[in-house]
């Protein structure tokens, strides 16, 4: 008879050991329920949550051959501003300020791409506010926007643009690429782990 309690109790013991190992903590589901409840566009827009306030030094990584290249100017993006609805990060080229990529998030989940280009006193150039709509094939560290209606009526040799945004799995490099019906044209990339004092 003792033999057969010992043998219950340490089959209990064993049993609230497993149980206790393996179940998650209600906080721990609560966590994993809220990410699965997020759409990719979400989490990488967040992604830049992290960012805010921050400068980082830039370089071309690839220039299609005829195009005018950057590669001896300084590039830098600067994540100037996140709200839970869009966040702006001008990009400078050289001594040109002029461009800022301002990015919304809409009530769709979808994320939309604005190139925001304004002289020196602030006033918006003719050429403005193009970019487009997340597409197939965007995940929670890489957004695709092809070319929308307002861009192709404002610049009509863009119809077939398609920008896209790229953070590394290691949040250690962010990707600023543009391609022309498939065929990339120019690749920036920048160090997220050296911003610029």
């Known amino acids: 008879m003792k033999k057969r309690n010992l043998a219950v109790i340490l089959m209990l013991t064993l049993s609230s050991f497993i149980i206790s190992c393996g179940s998650p903590t209600p906080k721990a589901t609560e966590e994993v329920a809220v990410e699965a409840e997020k759409s990719t566009q979400d989490l990488f827009f967040e992604r830049f949550k992290q960012l805010e306030g921050k400068k980082f030094p830039g370089k071309e990584v690839y220039i299609q051959e005829g195009r005018d290249s950057w590669s001896h100017l300084e590039l830098e993006m600067y994540v100037r501003e996140w709200s839970e609805d869009v966040v702006y990060v001008p990009f400078r080229v050289g001594d040109n300020?002029?461009?800022?990529?301002?990015?919304?998030?809409?009530?769709?989940?979808?994320?939309?791409?604005?190139?925001?280009?304004?002289?020196?006193?602030?006033?918006?150039?003719?050429?403005?506010?193009?970019?487009?709509?997340?597409?197939?094939?965007?995940?929670?560290?890489?957004?695709?926007?092809?070319?929308?209606?307002?861009?192709?009526?404002?610049?009509?040799?863009?119809?077939?643009?398609?920008?896209?945004?790229?953070?590394?799995?290691?949040?250690?490099?962010?990707?600023?690429?543009?391609?022309?019906?498939?065929?990339?044209?120019?690749?920036?990339?920048?160090?997220?782990?050296?911003?610029?004092?």
């Open 97 to 197: 300020n002029s461009r800022t990529w301002t990015i919304f998030r809409q009530d769709d989940n979808r994320l939309w791409l604005r190139h925001d280009h304004r002289h020196e006193d602030g006033t918006p150039e003719d050429v403005t506010m193009y970019g487009g709509f997340t597409a197939d094939g965007s995940d929670s560290f890489k957004q695709i926007y092809p070319a929308d209606e307002y861009t192709c009526e404002l610049i009509s040799y863009a119809c077939d643009n398609e920008w896209t945004m790229m953070f590394d799995e290691e949040m250690t490099t962010f990707s600023y690429i543009l391609a022309k019906s498939g065929v990339l044209v120019i690749r920036v990339d920048f160090d997220l782990t050296s911003p610029v004092e």
